[in-house]
């Protein structure tokens, strides 16, 4: 393949503009951001779930704490009808006063117990309202966090993304002017060659692969013609002369 001198040195300037797109696409997959908006959703999920799982227990608990508050006023209730009717004189028969009065004090100690009961629950249920609360907080707290580092990445991006669409924009002016066929094997040796299909011959060493050349491959350049494509012997990229080739 023959191109003009001038036209292969253009293809350094594209291969410059890829390597700094290629830069700019490996700083946008690894800014910082992205692995600490990783662990902080991490974390919130696990404070999430400890917050599911508190505000249940809260729940539990108020309903358990209504159904022995209720047990406890049936009690006291029947007390206080039982109560009622041995102070109204309508039990005559001293062995039913005597039921009466015995199921009175059972009702008692039956109203007591089921008082300590709830009393347990109600600190059960504290202790579940706390948990909630500075659940909630720390909750909130990593929501914070998250949305702090989110912005901080999308600012990032937002950056990087200019500087690629401005640069990619001076890729299609600069490659635009480079011979199809020149511009479709640099399009070629780049994709098998880790991004980079053109390198400068600088002091007689290959730039893409920072080999030297030996005395052979030197005179090959030496012979062939301005308007030669020449590839490296050594990685196979295109190899562009410039005045400070060294031949």
Same mark, same amino acid.
């Given at each position: 393949?023959?191109?003009?001198?001038?036209? $292969?040195?253009?293809?350094?300037?594209?291969?410059?503009?890829?390597?700094?797109?290629?830069?700019?696409?490996?700083?946008?997959?690894?800014?910082?951001?992205?692995?600490?908006?990783?662990? @902080?959703?991490?974390?919130?999920?696990?404070?999430?779930? &400890?917050?599911?799982?508190?505000?249940?227990?809260?729940?539990?608990?108020?309903?358990?704490?209504?159904?022995?508050?209720?047990?406890?006023?049936?009690?006291?209730?029947?007390?206080?009808?039982?109560?009622?009717?041995?102070?109204?004189?309508?039990?005559?028969?001293?062995?039913?006063?005597?039921?009466?009065?015995?199921?009175?004090?059972?009702?008692?100690?039956?109203?007591?117990?089921?008082?300590?009961?709830?009393?347990?629950?109600?600190?059960?249920?504290?202790?579940?309202?706390?948990?909630?609360?500075?659940?909630?907080?720390?909750?909130?707290?990593?929501?914070?966090?998250?949305?702090?580092?989110?912005?901080? *990445?999308?600012?990032?991006?937002?950056?990087?993304?200019?500087?690629?669409?401005?640069?990619?924009?001076? *890729?299609?002016?600069?490659?635009?002017?480079?011979?199809?066929?020149?511009?479709? @094997?640099?399009?070629?040796?780049?994709?098998? $060659?880790?991004?980079?299909?053109?390198?400068?011959?600088?002091?007689?060493?290959?730039?893409?692969?920072? &080999?030297?050349?030996?005395?052979?491959?030197?005179?090959?350049?030496?012979?062939?013609?301005?308007?030669?494509?020449?590839?490296?012997?050594?990685?196979?990229?295109? &190899?562009?002369?410039?005045?400070?080739?060294?031949?």
């Amino acid at each position: 393949m023959n191109a003009a001198p001038a036209d $292969q040195i253009r293809l350094l300037d594209v291969q410059a503009l890829d390597v700094r797109l290629s830069q700019l696409a490996h700083k946008r997959r690894s800014l910082p951001e992205h692995a600490e908006i990783d662990t @902080l959703n991490a974390d919130l999920a696990q404070l999430r779930d &400890l917050l599911v799982a508190a505000t249940t227990e809260e729940s539990d608990t108020a309903r358990e704490q209504t159904k022995a508050e209720q047990d406890v006023d049936q009690v006291r209730q029947r007390a206080a009808r039982d109560q009622q009717r041995l102070d109204s004189g309508a039990v005559s028969s001293p062995k039913d006063l005597e039921n009466l009065q015995r199921e009175i004090v059972s009702l008692a100690k039956r109203q007591g117990d089921l008082e300590d009961v709830v009393l347990e629950i109600m600190e059960r249920r504290e202790s579940a309202q706390e948990r909630v609360r500075e659940l909630t907080g720390r909750v909130e707290s990593l929501q914070a966090k998250v949305a702090d580092a989110v912005a901080r *990445r999308d600012a990032a991006v937002g950056e990087i993304d200019a500087e690629a669409a401005t640069l990619t924009k001076e *890729r299609e002016v600069v490659s635009s002017s480079v011979p199809a066929d020149l511009l479709a @094997l640099y399009e070629k040796v780049r994709g098998r $060659q880790g991004g980079v299909g053109a390198a400068r011959l600088y002091q007689r060493r290959c730039e893409g692969c920072r &080999l030297e050349l030996d005395i052979t491959e030197l005179n090959d350049v030496r012979a062939a013609a301005p308007d030669a494509v020449v590839r490296c012997e050594n990685c196979g990229r295109i &190899l562009v002369r410039t005045p400070e080739s060294g031949l």
